[in-house]
T-cell receptor
Framework: AQRVTQPEKLLSVFKGAPVELKCNYS??????LFWYVQYSRQRLQLLLR??SRESIKGFTADLNKGETSFHLKKPFAQEEDSAMYYC?????????????FGQGTTLQVKP | KAGVTQTPRYLIKTRGQQVTLSCSPI?????VSWYQQTPGQGLQFLFE???????NKGNFPGRFSGRQFSNSRSEMNVSTLELGDSALYLC????????????FGSGTRLTVV
């Protein structure tokens, strides 16, 4: 069954420290993976997708098919990074609006 | 450019009633997806419409239904409400139905008492 697991409900770090938000997935085909972010009192929004291989707001994520992981990383956390982060998976080659979300990880960046 | 608009923002209903939630996508978007968000289950996919056709459906009982109109606006209906249906219902729209291209609305907070 398709599944996305984010093992940490809460990740608390100090400003300037490295951040790694973990995401593991279970999928039999070739998935497309995404990270979404929801800042306080704002809408859920796309942060990045694995096929773009881009860095957004200093965040990167690499798809590791061997470990079935898609961890989100940032070398130096900023206070404005505090938010809820969701890892999500799309099947059907990405041609669908159906996303399977993980439970989310709250990132708290302390000053 | 207006974003995805969901109405109403808040709703309180009694068990056994039915409810209709509305979603107006971004102009020009042809696809709408719906999600239920609860503290216990997180974000769960309900259904997806593309040009008025249901393209995907999640694992929800038949009490949950939806439709999309020719102007791409979408509604979802929940009949015979249960306490467990209390949730934030999110709608997202996309111009082309490709994953990652969806823009989310603010949601409708449904409380069933």
């Amino acid at each position: 069954a398709q599944r996305v697991t984010q093992p940490e409900k809460l990740l608390s770090v100090f400003k300037g420290a490295p951040v790694e938000l973990k995401c593991n997935y279970s999928y039999s085909g070739s998935p497309e993976l995404f990270w979404y972010v929801q800042y306080s009192r704002q809408r859920l929004q796309l942060l990045l997708r694995h096929i773009s291989r881009e860095s957004i707001k200093g965040f990167t994520a690499d798809l590791n098919k061997g470990e079935t992981s898609f961890h989100l990383k940032k070398p130096f956390a900023q206070e404005e990074d505090s938010a809820m982060y969701y890892c999500a998976l799309s099947d059907a080659g990405g041609n669908t609006g159906k996303l399977i979300f993980g439970q989310g990880t709250t990132l708290q960046v302390k000053p | 450019k207006a974003g995805v608009t969901q109405t109403p923002r808040y709703l309180i209903k009694t068990r056994g009633q039915q409810v209709t939630l509305s979603c107006s996508p971004i102009s020009g978007h042809r696809s709408v997806s719906w999600y239920q968000q609860t503290p216990g289950q997180g974000l769960q996919f309900l259904f997806e419409y593309f040009s008025e056709t249901q393209r995907n459906k999640g694992n929800f009982p038949g009490r949950f239904s939806g439709r999309q109109f020719s102007n791409s606006r979408s509604e979802m209906n929940v009949s015979t409400l249960e306490l467990g249906d209390s949730a934030l219902y999110l709608c997202a729209s996309s111009p082309d139905g490709v994953a990652g291209s969806y823009t989310f609305g603010s949601g409708t907070r449904l409380t069933v008492v």
